[in-house]
């Protein structure tokens, strides 16, 4: 349809309609009770939203613009306290996106990582570092570097 838009009013015509159905079904398609929802509940700090963030994150859906709001994720769930069971999901997913190929949230990932670190989790990331091919090793050193940057920030308090 895309490459045909131009041909004719009709097939013009056609993707426009496609196109207004795309935009107005985006926002309840994109997060299970609408994107948007999420975010304004996630700006709060409700606790639903909280864990439908975790568990979306742990899903890893791709769709357009999701990697900047798998980002936007990131940053509002840095604000608020998770629990141990979520900290250790959290500490999988960013092992996980670590060892996956390269995706634009990857330094969001990094950024979020001194929030739920453990001795035993940076050790692991610290062997990924070492012993893994040139995507998981350039990861795991950003996130080592948000850890060892993070650590700097308490030690000069």
Partial sequence: MFRERSKNPERAAAWEEAARDFHTAYDKLAFPGGLSREFDLLRIGDVTALEMAIQFLEANPWFFRSGYYKADI????????????????????????????????????????????????????????????????????????????ARGRLDRR
């Fill in 74 to 149: 990131l940053k509002a769930l840095r604000r608020y306290p998770l629990s141990d069971e979520q900290c250790a999901r959290m500490r999988k997913v960013i092992l996980e996106r670590v060892r996956d190929r390269p995706v634009r949230e990857m330094r969001a990932y990094a950024r979020f990582a001194p929030k739920v670190s453990t001795p035993q989790f940076e050790a692991e990331i610290t062997n990924i570092a070492a012993d893994s091919n040139r995507h998981a090793a350039r990861h795991a050193q950003w996130v080592l570097d948000c850890l060892k940057t």
